[in-house]
């Protein structure tokens, strides 16, 4: 399985970028897809999670109205459209993929994601 992430930059408070992670190796439309994020110094979190179809996601707080996760299941790439991105949201970005039934549990436990990406730094300049 291979999880390949791509889209981070270092972006001026306010802007925008569209985070990509395409998935090659499994079923892809047979797994929760999520993105996670991570500050030096700081434990991996949940931001993002889709279920399986795309048609419901869950956000954490600090993005909602601000993010927006879907998924292409036929071209096997999940994306993370960010917009008005403020300095805290400076981190690097990961992709999860987990194969459960519980979608929605992948945004609070990511030490359940059976694989990652090896992340894209995403740095918002104030």
């Known amino acids: 399985v291979q999880v390949e992430e791509s889209g981070g930059g270092l972006v001026p408070v306010g802007g925008s970028l569209r985070l990509s992670c395409i998935v090659s190796g499994l079923d892809f439309a047979d797994h929760a897809l999520g993105w996670f994020r991570q500050s030096p110094g700081e434990d991996r979190k949940g931001i993002a999670c889709i279920s399986w179809s795309g048609r419901s996601a869950n956000y954490v707080d600090s993005v909602k109205g601000r993010f927006t996760i879907s998924r292409d299941n036929a071209n096997n790439t999940l994306y993370l459209q960010m917009n008005s991105l403020e300095p805290d949201d400076t981190a690097m970005y990961y992709c999860?993929?987990?194969?459960?039934?519980?979608?929605?549990?992948?945004?609070?436990?990511?030490?359940?994601?059976?694989?990652w990406g090896q992340g894209t730094q995403v740095t918002v300049s104030s």
């Open positions: 999860g993929v987990q194969h459960t039934e519980e979608w929605w549990s992948l945004l609070h436990y990511p030490e359940n994601v059976n694989y």
